[in-house]
């Protein structure tokens, strides 16, 4: 799978009077050549597990792009490589990386 990520500034949305949301948000990007709506839908709910067993904190917004692979691949390789993941992002952001 492919992992972005951008961290973002809850304080420059506090002046411009938005709403501050400080957690994570996660979302996927699963495209019609992995697969027909059921099998699409089978991988975001395998990420959506994996993501919320994962628990990555910090004001960041994260896009899963999966690989067909994805489906075939034990829940917990799944979820120690969205973990994995996590944790780089969290260490470049403390550090100030993007």
Avoid: C, W
């Avoid at 059921?38 to 597990?49: A, G, S, T």
């Amino acid at each position: 799978m492919t992992v972005f990520y951008l961290a973002r500034a809850v304080a420059e949305a506090a002046r411009r009077d938005k709403p501050i949301h400080s957690g994570p948000r996660v979302g996927f990007t699963v495209g019609r050549a992995l697969g027909g709506a059921v099998v699409r839908n089978r991988m975001k709910r395998r990420l959506r597990e994996a993501v919320r067993l994962a628990r990555v904190a910090g004001a960041v917004d994260v896009v899963i792009n999966p690989k067909k692979s994805l489906l075939v691949a034990e829940f917990a390789a799944v979820l120690n490589e969205v973990k994995r993941a996590f944790v780089v992002i969290e260490q470049r952001v403390k550090g100030g990386v993007r």
